[in-house]
């Protein structure tokens, strides 16, 4: 009975538990706000926002259990204000001397920099301390240049041990001031007189890396991935990506609970964009794709590219969009450790197919991550796995590249170093504030300068930053030729070489000279002119007797500039028929691709989608008319006066477009002859015609102000397809399809 009265002396009380909350008091800061993910219950974070150039006391809060906010708000009113940005203390500076001397130094704050007598100034002599919190520039070091290695400087924050720089000598650094060290805490000066890992620097918790900044750097290393054939040794690689290169990328998306739903949706934008990157080179690495929480989600396995027929690329994107941040429930740890051991598994499988093709793949980490792991345990030993596994002995070579990007609102800084890849002059772990311009970030990254080979590239910035049509059409030329008689003619041209210009032969008259002639290239460069050339079966008074005061059969001309222009974003050619390179870009495989294949791959409807350029940059659309709706688009030829049959001023070699079917077509307009008519394919810009006549001039009447075609105007532009044999005499240095695989006649 004692028992049963103890049992039941209390009686449940009435009515559901109050829900847990934090307090709202101490929470708001001056000079800027917070959002909370989850009002004031338990685990929601608190972010706090200061404008440009301030940061706030503490990145982020989080609601406990217990109803009180880590950290918790301070007492103070100091505490709770968005402060100005400082840099790092510069003056660890050896050998000379820092201007001016100051405790702190804020943001557009210039320091400059000298060095004693005998001392020799390397990297920047100025510096300005930038919004993020990192300094302008490189770092600036005073050497008389007497050891083995260069002297390895003193980053802005950090303190060094070690001034011999011989054969075998070390340094080592630590930041200071709460400052996280990023980057190689140790360095060792090598025979070949570089010091080993990665220069370090110190970074405050509100630091972070620029998308420009990060375009850079994470773009050089990528880039070599994709342009550099793989050497025996692998001297100098970083990543590497050849035609035939054997390559595995692996990409882990944090899905846990300390990553909010914007931070997942733009990082998985980043990763598709930089898929999409890489799939408009030659080349077609192996995937794995996962997204990680306390489970790790398969998005695309790796193995099947070994198995099964591999996920194609459409696919890769479409599984990636549908996965549904919002089902994973409430409760979602972080299992860093897990993710690295599902590569690592990934890795030892492949392994198994073919050890000697495996010693010579490349492999690439890319994860996006806070770095928050509050489960699994350290991640470290899985990642000293993966180097064993793909380095062996060597822990030197350079076939396992390991990047973090950190995002989030509450980064663990010190922890992605720790997991990232440290090689001299490269940098693999990147903090990113602003993922939403990553997009334009990844546009940017890749070396346009190296990847000469690679026509049509070009950027679309279809997220929130681009800048619109001069990357969009980088091959686009303007040209103005002034005739003897005083008169100028307008045209436009296109890069297809970086030597040449395509362009219509009717833009030229007899007496004209290369010096009548002015290139205005789309980067706004004038090149000087060397030659021209039109095709041998242009003569526009061909069929003069015959009452045909104009007939523009052949209606094509290239014009040879003095010197190769050099290859960028701004400046490139454009994909033409009958090339290798045009095979590629199309995805045709094979030694035996015919012009045939690349025609029926580009003009696989009757009605096909094609674009060209006013010469003010203005996108315009026109309907390619083929097969059975050739003809009647001929036949608005006979509009023309005088004309009674269109096959008077048409040939096979001309291509039509215009008119209302299936849509009202844009009209080309005086000014646009010469112009390319293109397709885009694979984001490749492939030229397929240049504009040559229409019907009328539309463009001119005043009611038609959107400079639209009509019921019996249509536009006609010369084939490329159809002049093979004149581009393969000039254009020497491209690659083109043996000729009886390529016959002009098709």
């Known amino acids: 009975m004692c028992l049963l009265s103890l049992i039941t002396v209390s009686a449940p009380a009435l ?61 103070s009113r100091r505490g709770r204000q968005c402060k100005l940005v400082t840099c790092p203390d510069p003056l660890a500076f050896q050998h000379g001397s820092v201007f001016p001397l100051q405790d702190k130094y804020h943001v557009n704050d210039t320091t400059t920099y000298e060095c004693v007598s005998d001392y020799k100034l390397t990297g920047s002599p100025t510096r300005t301390c930038q919004a993020n919190g990192k300094w302008s520039g490189s770092t600036p070091i005073c050497s008389h240049n007497s050891g083995h290695c260069p002297d390895p400087g003193i980053p802005a924050g950090s303190r060094r041990t070690g001034n011999n720089f011989l054969i075998g000598d070390t340094v080592t650094y630590r930041c200071e001031d709460k400052l996280t060290l990023v980057g190689s805490s140790e360095r060792t000066c090598q025979e070949n007189g570089e010091w080993t890992g990665q220069e370090p620097e110190c970074y405050y918790f509100y630091t972070f890396d620029t998308p420009e900044e990060i375009s850079m750097v994470f773009g050089n290393s990528l880039e070599t991935s994709l342009m550099t054939e793989m050497t025996g040794e692998q001297e100098g690689k970083k990543i590497k990506l050849a035609a035939d290169a054997n390559l595995h990328i692996y990409i882990a998306l944090d899905g846990s609970d300390s990553i909010d739903v914007d931070a997942f949706n733009n990082s998985r934008q980043v990763i598709k964009k930089l898929i999409e990157q890489i799939s408009f080179y030659e080349v077609t690495p192996k995937y794995d794709v996962v997204v990680f929480a306390t489970e790790v989600t398969p998005i695309v396995n790796i193995r099947d590219y070994y198995v099964r027929t591999p996920t194609e690329l459409f696919r890769v994107i479409e599984d990636l969009d549908k996965f549904d941040y919002n089902a994973r429930g409430d409760d979602v740890g972080t299992d860093i450790a897990k993710a690295f051991h599902h590569i690592y598994s990934q890795m030892s499988w492949i392994r198994t197919q073919n050890e000697t093709k495996f010693v010579n793949s490349s492999h690439v980490i890319i994860m996006f991550t806070d770095g928050e792991a509050n489960m699994g345990g350290n991640p470290r030993p899985k990642i000293e796995q993966i180097k064993y596994l793909i380095q062996g002995n060597k822990p030197d070579s350079n076939n396992l590249d390991i990047y973090m990007f950190g995002v989030g609102d509450d980064i663990q800084k010190k922890d992605l170093n720790s997991f990232a890849t440290k090689r001299p002059g490269e940098k693999h772990v990147f903090y990113v504030e602003d993922l939403d311009k990553l997009h334009v970030t990844f546009d940017k990254m890749l070396d346009e300068s190296t990847s000469v080979g690679l026509c049509g590239l070009h950027k ?67 090149p000087a002119v060397k030659n021209f050339k039109l095709h041998e079966g242009y003569n526009i008074t061909a069929k003069r007797s015959k009452g045909v005061k104009e007939f523009y059969d052949y209606d094509v001309a290239l014009i040879e500039l003095a010197q190769d222009v050099k290859i960028s974003a701004l400046t490139r050619p454009v994909c033409i028929p009958g090339t290798k390179e045009t095979s590629r870009a199309l995805k045709l495989a094979g030694d035996d691709v015919t012009c045939k294949q690349q025609e029926d791959k580009l003009f696989n409807n009757e009605y096909e989608q094609a674009l060209f350029l006013s010469p003010k940059k203005k996108m315009k659309h026109a309907t390619i008319k083929l097969g059975k709706k050739t003809q009647p688009c001929f036949e608005a030829a006979k509009n023309v006066k005088g004309v009674t049959h269109y096959k008077e001023l048409l040939t096979e070699r001309f291509l039509c477009t215009g008119g209302l079917e299936p849509k009202t077509d844009d009209a080309a307009c005086k000014g646009e002859s010469g112009g390319a008519l293109f397709l885009e394919r694979n984001k490749r810009s492939i030229q397929v015609g240049v504009i040559s006549w229409g019907v009328s001039d539309v463009c001119s009447e005043r009611e038609n102000k959107q400079k639209k075609s009509t019921a019996k105007h249509r536009d006609y532009h010369i084939s490329l397809f159809k002049v093979q044999q004149f581009l393969k005499d000039h254009l020497t240095s491209l690659e083109f399809i043996d000729q009886q695989k390529c016959p002009e006649s098709l």
Not at 62 to 73: A, H, L, M, S, V
Not at 475 to 485: D, G, P, V
């Open 460 to 526: 679309d910035y279809a997220f929130t930053g681009g800048t619109g049509a001069p990357l969009r059409h980088p091959w686009m030329a303007e040209i103005a030729i002034r005739h003897e008689n005083g008169h100028t003619s307008n045209c436009m041209g296109s890069l297809v070489t970086p030597r040449f210009i395509l362009t219509a032969a009717h833009c030229f008259q007899f007496e004209d000279t290369q010096r009548s002639v002015a290139v205005t290239l789309n980067s706004g460069k004038i």
């Open 15 to 75: 009515g559901a538990p109050s829900e847990v909350v934090c307090p709202e008091i101490r929470l708001s800061i001056q000079g800027g706000n917070y959002t909370l993910s989850k009002d004031f219950r338990v685990g929601s974070v608190l972010v706090y926002h200061c404008p440009t150039g301030y940061f706030p006391p503490v990145s982020t809060r989080r609601c406990q259990k217990t109803g009180e906010w880590n950290p918790p708000p301070s007492t």
